[in-house]
T-cell receptor, first 112, second 114 residues
């Protein structure tokens, strides 16, 4: 079945540090891959997505590349800010299906 | 424009009671989803509507859970004979309808069963 395995947190970084949050997946078809973010006190919102192998999703300085050979979709940012403190969820939607499978989430705290 | 809204934002009930949770999707979105998020976990899929019909209800945990969307817009998630294990945040999302369309999430309803 479909599943997402996500790097466990919490992760604490200093401002301007490099961020990587690992995500690997298992899917029966050809999934689309997503990163969602949940800021404190807010609802889930889409951060970026990639719909096919080798696609790179990017938004707000974050990037993730769909790697079919390693079944991965790691989230990266070159220089984090305090405002990036949030919980990040990796998710997939398998081909022919509409629902999302989520990882358990990684809490990121960025300190000044 | 308005996003997905959910009411109530918080619901506290007693074990064995019946509850209804409401979701108002983004206008024009034909697809509507319900998810459940337990503490420290990612959201888990419950049910997906395309228009008025439930296209996939494979995530509903048992027959105490039921959802409707009679006019293809607002949806209600109904839980009968609530149990303490039903305590979670119930999330609703909507999208334009194809599998690659972005799902937009509401703020959720936090259900606590005492």
């Amino acid at each position: 079945g479909d599943s997402v395995t996500q790097m466990e947190g919490p992760v604490t970084l200093s401002e301007e540090a490099f961020l990587t949050i690992n995500c690997t997946y298992t899917a029966t078809g050809y999934p689309s891959l997503f990163w969602y973010v949940q800021y404190p006190g807010e609802g889930l919102q889409l951060l970026l997505k990639a719909t096919k192998a080798d696609d790179k999703g990017s938004n707000k300085g974050f990037e993730a590349t769909y790697r079919k050979e390693t079944t991965s979709f790691h989230l990266e940012k070159g220089s984090v800010q305090v405002s990036d403190s949030a919980v990040y969820f990796c998710a997939l939607s398998d081909s022919g299906a509409n629902n999302l499978f989520f990882g358990t989430g990684t809490r990121l705290t960025v300190i000044p | 424009g308005a996003g997905v809204s959910q009411t109530p934002s918080n619901k506290v009930t007693e074990k064995g009671k019946y509850v209804e949770l409401r979701c108002d999707p983004i206008s024009g979105h034909t697809a509507l989803y319900w998810y459940r998020q337990s503490l420290g976990q990612g959201p888990e899929f419950l049910i997906y509507f395309q228009g008025t019909g439930a296209a996939d209800d494979s995530g509903l945990p048992n027959d105490r859970f039921f959802a409707v969307r009679p006019e293809g817009s607002v949806s209600t998630l109904k839980i009968q004979r609530t149990e303490r294990g039903d305590s979670a945040v119930y999330l609703c999302a909507s999208s334009l309808g194809t599998e690659t369309d972005t799902q937009y999430f509401g703020p959720g309803t936090r259900l606590t069963v005492l």
